[in-house]
């Protein structure tokens, strides 16, 4: 069975998509300000929606207070605050996406979209645990520290 290659973009070529490609867009962000809206709009769906990223938001929130409460050095809760981001900005493009997918699949069933989405899925499983590693490293020892020094006085 032949496979359809379509063949490589002529720099003509490109220079048209590149020039109208947004004119595929049904609309597109007219300044700064706009484009901060969509985006928002973007993180309040998937708060909304997503179980998951409630999760995380709340165990990033939890980790953060954590690190300040235990007076952290700078650095450490640096990487706290951006093992945490990293997990809630991996959840996102997985509900985008999941989005894209459905779109293009809707309701049917094909293993490519299981594969696309499978390892959307993975790769926030990897960062959450990968947060959760990194969190631990970092808070366990202080908050034993506080324990045992509460218990013997
Ligand atoms: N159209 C499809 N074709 C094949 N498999 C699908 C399709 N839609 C979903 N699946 C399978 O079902 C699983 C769950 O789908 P879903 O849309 O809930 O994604 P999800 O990543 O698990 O969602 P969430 O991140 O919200 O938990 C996917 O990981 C995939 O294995």
């Known amino acids: 069975m032949s496979k ?3 063949s490589s973009p002529t720099p003509n070529h490109l220079e048209t998509i590149v020039t109208n ?3 595929l ?3 597109v962000a007219s300044n700064l300000f706009v484009s901060f809206k969509y985006a928002w709009a973007g993180i309040s769906y998937a708060f909304q929606s997503q179980r998951n990223f409630r999760i995380h938001v709340g165990v990033g929130i939890l980790a953060i207070g954590l690190s300040l409460f235990l007076h952290l050095q700078a650095v450490e809760i640096a990487v706290i605050g951006l093992t945490s981001g990293l997990v809630l900005a991996l959840e996102l493009l997985n509900t985008a996406l999941e989005s894209l997918v459905d779109l293009t699949v809707k309701q ?3 293993d490519l979209a299981k594969i696309a989405k499978d ?6 499983l990897v960062s959450a645990l990968v947060a959760v ?6 808070l366990l020892p202080p908050m034993f520290t506080l324990i045992l020094s509460a218990l013997k006085s």
Do not use: F, K, N, P
Not at 133 to 138: E, K, T
């Open 4 to 6: 359809q290659v379509s």
């Open 21 to 23: 490609e947004r004119e």
């Open 25 to 27: 867009s049904w609309r």
């Open 108 to 110: 049917t069933y094909h």
């Open 119 to 124: 390892c959307a899925a993975g790769a926030v």
């Open 133 to 138: 590693l990194v969190a631990g490293i970092l």
